[in-house]
T-cell receptor, first 109, second 114 residues
Framework: GQNIDQPTEMTATEGAIVQINCTYQ??????LFWYQQHAGEAPTFLSY??LDGLEEKGRFSSFLSRSKGYSYLLLKELQMKDSASYLC??????????WGAGTKLIIKP | GAVVSQHPSRVICKSGTSVKIECRSL??????MFWYRQFPKQSLMLMAT?????????EQGVEKDKFLINHASLTLSTLTVTSAHPEDSSFYIC??????????FGPGTRLTVT
């Protein structure tokens, strides 16, 4: 079957750095997305990786290793507004989006 | 950027009535639209995938006769919750894809069935 694993919850301190991991086993691979979702709101796009390596976008970076079936989202200089759920999703061989359950990130002052 | 709208944003209805939720892609043609449901503190659950002009593909466990999906054009999909019950109260979110695989999400519709 297809499976996306990410931690259920993480806690970090304001101003620090946090890394949210995502591992996947899917039938084929056509890219990996990270989305941010604040409570009571719809998800918003953060990043898309289809090739191995690190993609940096401001305070957020996303890394992909296709051979390991692994990705991480790195958040730097954490702010209170970064408290949200972070969803990892993989595009499989049928171009279907397979969703992880999300990681709830709690930022403490 | 691509914008997806949903209407209404909130709706309260009585048990046994039907509710229609609209999802529109405002500045692009959506080849595929997705309908999700999200219960409090839980992850997104895909309900169905719809392509313009064809029948929706429902996920296992989702009743197609209860959740009617119509994707009449490349910019509009509707979800009708028929004979709603309190357990249908949830956050319903649509998303749309254009030429790439990225899903653009609507703002969601919070349904409360009393």
């Amino acid at each position: 079957g297809q499976n996306i694993d990410q931690p259920t919850e993480m806690t970090a301190t304001e101003g620090a750095i946090v890394q949210i991991n995502c591992t996947y086993q899917t039938s084929g691979f056509n890219g990996l997305f990270w989305y941010q979702q604040h409570a009571g709101e719809a998800p918003t796009f953060l990043s898309y990786n289809v090739l191995d390596g690190l993609e940096e976008k401001g305070r957020f970076s996303s890394f992909l290793s296709r051979s390991k079936g692994y990705s991480y989202l790195l958040l730097k200089e954490l702010q209170m507004k970064d408290s949200a759920s972070y969803l990892c999703a993989v595009v499989d061989s049928n171009y279907q989006l397979i969703w992880g359950a999300g990681t709830k990130l709690i930022i403490k002052p | 950027g691509a914008v997806v709208s949903q209407h209404p944003s909130r709706v309260i209805c009585k048990s046994g009535t039907s509710v229609k939720i609209e999802c529109r892609s405002l500045d692009f043609q959506a080849t595929t639209m997705f309908w999700y449901r999200q219960f409090p503190k839980q992850s997104l659950m895909l309900m169905a995938t719809s392509n313009e002009g064809s029948k929706a593909t429902y996920e296992q466990g989702v009743e197609k006769d209860k959740f009617l999906i119509n994707h009449a054009s490349l910019t509009l999909s509707t979800l009708t919750v028929t004979s709603a019950h309190p357990e249908d109260s949830s956050f319903y979110i649509c998303s749309a894809t254009g030429r790439a695989y990225e899903q653009y999400f609507g703002p969601g519709t919070r349904l409360t069935v009393t």
